[in-house]
């Protein structure tokens, strides 16, 4: 069956210090992969999306992911964390053959010391 | 432009009761998605809409919940006789192709059932 790994439920870093959240995935083929941010009290935004192609993916603030076929993973980072994105974040697997149903993650809590 | 909405954003009912829950999707885009977010499960797919196709509904919890989406456009998500259990953030996604994958949430109707 498939599913998503976030080993993580919540890390801290400091301001400015680099950030990597990590995500495995099983799934039987090349698979749609996406990363989801959510604040307290919000929706989920969209952070990046790999479909094929180039496997380092950049996204929205600064954000960026690597696709590793071999590991199953799809790991997040940022070189410079700011204090506004402590949120929770989110890992996710669309299953093509299923129209491109979500299958999340369990999230990690990122929370930034000043 | 403008994004998805949900109303209402928050529903306390009593138990037994039923509750309709809304979500009007990106104007143009064909294919809508409910999730459910709760503590205890994280989140999950519930039902699926592809343009005029028979809906997915593979992820209901229950015959208790229903689906239904009115001219290719907004959707309404159904409960009868809630219980506590359904206590939870339902989230509605978009997406402009099936092909893409891609989808954009809208903030969510976070339901309390006493």
């Known amino acids: 069956a498939q599913s998503v790994t976030q080993p993580d439920i919540h890390i801290t870093v400091s301001e400015g210090a680099s950030l990597e959240l990590r995500c495995n995935y099983s799934?039987?083929?090349?698979?749609?992969l996406f990363w989801y941010v959510q604040s307290p009290g919000q929706g989920l935004q969209l952070l990046l999306k790999?479909?094929?192609?180039?496997?380092l993916v950049q996204g929205i603030k600064g954000f960026e992911a690597e696709f590793k076929r071999s590991q199953s993973s799809f790991n997040l980072r940022k070189p410079s964390v700011h204090w506004s994105d402590a949120a929770e974040y989110f890992c996710a697997v669309g299953l093509m053959e299923y129209g491109n149903k979500l299958v999340f993650g369990a999230g990690t809590i990122l929370r930034v010391k000043s | 432009g403008a994004g998805v909405s949900q109303s209402p954003s928050n529903k306390v009912t009593e138990k037994g009761k039923d509750v309709e829950l809304r979500c009007d999707p990106i104007?143009?885009?064909?294919?809508l998605y409910w999730y459910r977010q709760s503590l205890g499960q994280g989140l999950e797919f519930l039902i699926y809409f592809q343009g005029n196709s028979a809906p997915d509904k593979s992820g209901l919890p229950s015959d208790r919940f229903s689906a239904e989406r009115t001219g290719g456009s907004v959707s309404t998500l159904t409960i009868q006789r809630t219980q506590q259990e359904d206590s939870a953030v339902y989230l509605c996604?978009?997406?402009?192709?099936?092909?893409?994958?891609?989808?954009?949430f809208g903030p969510g109707t976070r339901l309390l059932v006493l």
């Open positions: 104007s143009g885009h064909t294919a």
């Open positions: 799934y039987g083929a090349t698979p749609y």
């Open positions: 790999y479909f094929s192609g180039d496997t």
């Open positions: 996604a978009s997406s402009p192709r099936r092909e893409t994958g891609t989808q954009y």
